[in-house]
């Protein structure tokens, strides 16, 4: 790696990627350094990085948690907030990787109702630079063209990838109306983490089943609650 010419580099970048370097396998650090910083001529052709990136002997599940574990350690001040959200990128090509046709709920006027594109469920963790919020991503997933590892599947399973290096921490998970059901809810409270977002326009709250002996299986949900009971029920508030 040629260093001539680059000494105003950030000391802050050089520590950044030597914590993350951690979490490979000795043969790969040099490719990593070097894909890391870009700004610096590379030492190798680029070959080698794409053969490194595509058949490579590393886990970029543990690179992802020690991204994280830097991540906490430069912001991790208790609370934690992540956020969840999906995008489709457009695609023109079948042939790329989870293609497939998707609403485009976004309701762009230069875009038609179905288009052409690739699904990513993303976890990002919100940080405090210069007095705004910033999302800083920490793992990304495609949803699959068939099987059932939906939107909600994904989502409770990047939270869970990254359990380890948030333990400890007080952690709230900001997601959107698609996600506030009790399939993706209730996973996410197991961990001991809050979960904020707009309750869903089609969400219909249930009365505790009767829980007596009975012949059959026992029922999972009680009696419908009316709008009128609802308006009735206590309301707790929290800032």
């Keep these: 790696m040629h260093t001539k010419g680059y000494s105003n580099i950030p000391g802050e970048l050089f520590y950044y990627i030597t914590f993350l370097t951690r979490a490979l396998p000795l043969r790969s ?4 350094i070097d894909s890391a910083i870009w700004i610096l001529d590379m030492a190798r052709q680029w070959p080698g990085y794409y053969k490194w990136l595509e058949t490579g002997q590393w886990s970029y599940l543990k690179l992802m948690i020690q991204w994280t574990a830097l991540f ?3 912001f991790g001040d208790n609370p934690v907030y992540l956020a969840i959200d999906d995008s489709i990128v457009l695609r023109h090509s079948k042939k790329a990787p989870m293609s497939q ?5 976004g309701n762009k006027t230069n875009l038609s109702r179905y288009v052409r594109g690739q699904c990513r469920v993303a976890l990002a963790a919100i940080v405090k630079r210069s007095g705004c919020n910033t999302p800083l991503p920490l793992l990304l997933r495609l949803t699959p063209q068939a099987g059932n590892s939906g939107k909600l599947v994904i989502a409770r399973s990047l939270i869970r990838a990254l359990l380890e290096p948030l333990k400890d ?5 900001l997601v959107d109306s698609w996600y506030m059901c009790r399939s993706f809810i209730e ?10 977002g707009q309750v869903r326009i089609d969400t219909v709250l249930y009365k505790r089943p009767w829980q007596g002996k009975g012949r059959g299986r026992p029922r999972k949900y009680g009696a419908r609650y009316t ?7 206590p309301l707790n508030s929290s800032t």
């Design 101 to 105: 046709i998707h609403h485009q709920h």
């Design 29 to 32: 650090a040099k490719n990593f």
């Design 169 to 173: 921490k007080a952690v709230t998970v």
């Design 72 to 74: 906490l350690k430069l």
């Design 227 to 233: 709008k009128e009971e609802i308006k009735r029920l």
């Design 187 to 196: 996973p996410v409270q197991a961990y001991n983490m809050a979960v904020i």
